[in-house]
């Protein structure tokens, strides 16, 4: 997962002039509603900051949610040193909220819900240290609600592991890079792939199915956002149903073994074990991966009568079924290379798609 990150970051950092590391305490506070009076603040680690940012913005009575790094030893880390496992810092998120509205504990209870507290090694996709689950206390109060809300849990029956969630005094808390900050909305495409991809929402769907996390329905970015996403033919092609060039694509011949997801969604949609050379110019699979993320739709234009194929999730376009495939199936996918992310079998795990692994094994 990191080296994908940092590759995205990289990127990122050259357009985005957000907040930068080490802003003080009073530019935060100008930045917090002028009714507010009473305003207090919490911190959390539940792995990659950017779910946890995202899922304790949604909360009623949170101002401002800012991801950065803290419980380390040394001072202003860069997110690179924090990858790296040195530093002692985990990914953390320091909550701005009004007490009159949300209270602390109704802030424990709602990171219990959003994290995997019986993980002494990451969460879900990220593996390492400085992506475990830490409640940081800033009083004696909050320390003893941290605790009677840990042995709470562990009482719950609710996990069959051990909660093994540190309760640890608050350190300085030093905010992360700006391109970091309000990921989730800056960067929607990627960060949806990430969420989808992680296995997040499918554990917390399990443990918690009051919650629904499993069935939440992947927010689409809106038009405007993927136009800034993606590439000029990506958009064309999953947006406007174009046809990129045929031989002049970069998976018509790809012969890397791994799996092809929707660009939009995520989702998984066909795998390099079942594409073929159909001379056509254009990726070509003889089956879907995962059928269910298929739709199909009758296609009348350009004089044709055809089968188009879209992806559910994101009705997104990616090309045409022909039933001039070779066996088993004798069915040919003709589909677009702009619409489709490849995964490599080696970064199978890192992206979240591990459970897809032994199909190459």
Known sequence: MNTTRIAILVLAV???????AGSTEKEMEQTM????????SAVFAGGCFWCTESDFEKVAGVIE?????????????????????GTGHVEAIKVVYDPDRVSYGDLLDHFWRHVDPTDSDGQFVDRGSQYRTVIF????????QAETSKKALSASGRFDRPIVTEILPLAEFYEAEGYHQNYCRI????????????????????????E????????????????????????????????????????????????????ISGEPLFSSLDKFDSGSGWPSFTRPLEPQNLAEKKDTSHSMVRTEVRGKGADSHLGHVFDDGPEPTRLRYCINSASLRFIPVEDLEREGYGQYRELFE
């Open 187 to 210: 960067n929607p495409t990627h960060y949806q792939r990430y969420r989808m991809g992680s296995g997040r929402d499918q554990f917390l769907g399990k443990i918690w199915p009051d």
């Open 65 to 85: 949610v800012i991801s950065g790094y803290t419980g380390g030893r040394v001072d202003n880390p860069t997110y690179n040193q924090v990858c790296a496992g």
């Open 14 to 20: 050259i357009f985005l002039g957000c907040r930068q």
């Open 137 to 144: 206390y800033a009083s004696e109060k909050e320390r003893e």
């Open 33 to 40: 509603p002028e009714n507010i009076s009473n305003i207090h």
């Open 212 to 263: 629904q996390h499993a069935k939440k329905k992947t927010t689409i970015p809106d038009d405007e956002q993927l136009k800034q996403s993606l590439t000029d033919m990506q958009y064309r092609v999953v947006r406007e149903d174009a046809t990129e060039p045929p031989f002049d694509n970069p998976y018509w011949d790809n012969h890397r073994a791994g799996i092809y997801v929707d660009i």
